[in-house]
């Protein structure tokens, strides 16, 4: 059964650093590409990027180039979401997906709740 | 990359069929048969329920279809019940290993 397990809900305040976590298991994670979707409070989904841990190669969407890095280690069959500083504008619910069948978010972690706060 | 377009809400009663329209460009929607669209309840995840389109994954009801006119894809839920109420959201591949949702629409079962 495949499965995404995300790290669980943070509280950091503006300006800290964060990483957060999605591990996949049930199936072959460096042979798929794996994307992180960001839902801001009562707002809708939007793509932040994805990356084939395989080889490690990354994409973003315009709206997120430069505000965060995805990345991944194989080994551990987990792929990461990072900031170097937090705004409270990143408040959001931040789900990891695959796109194991084709272009399509086919399994999607149970979500991270990040909350940025004074 | 602009957001696809769906009508903030829907609502249909039970039993009947209802529509919810994605509207894309011709550099999303209208380029690519990938298509997809997503069910979210209420604090959970999302859902894949639609794909490439046309195709339902084995575990999604026949009640679920999808279809494409030009920059214009639709997601049409028939024989409404209580549990389909949730919000939808589409999603189309944009080229270049890119991607674009929908705004999301709400569906209510009166």
């Known amino acids: 059964e495949v499965q995404l397990v995300q790290s669980g809900a943070e509280v950091k305040k503006p300006g800290e650093p964060l990483k957060i976590s999605c591990k996949g298991s049930g199936y072959s994670f460096s042979s798929h590409w794996i994307g992180w979707v960001r839902q801001m409070p009562g707002k809708g989904l939007e793509w932040m990027g994805i990356?084939?841990?395989?080889?490690?190669?990354?994409r973003y969407s315009p709206s997120f180039q430069g505000q965060v890095t995805i990345s991944a280690d194989k080994s551990i069959s987990t792929t990461y979401l990072q900031w170097s500083s937090l705004k409270a504008s990143d408040t959001a619910m931040y789900y990891c997906a695959t796109l194991m069948t084709g272009n399509q978010w086919d399994y999607w972690g149970q979500g991270t709740l990040v909350t940025v706060s004074s | 990359q602009s957001a696809l377009t769906q009508p903030a809400s829907v609502s249909g009663s039970p039993g009947q069929s209802i529509t919810i329209s994605c509207t894309g460009s011709s550099s999303d929607v209208g380029s690519y048969n990938l298509v997809s669209w997503y069910q979210q309840h209420p604090g959970k995840a999302p859902k894949l329920m639609v794909y490439e389109g046309t195709k339902r994954p084995s575990a999604v009801s026949n009640r679920f279809s999808g279809s494409k006119s030009g920059n214009t894809a639709s997601l049409t839920i028939s024989g409404l019940q209580a549990e389909d109420e949730a919000d939808y959201y589409c999603c189309s591949y944009a080229g270049s290993s890119t991607f674009v949702f929908g705004g999301g629409t709400k569906l209510t079962v009166l």
């Open positions: 990356i084939y841990p395989g080889d490690s190669d990354t």
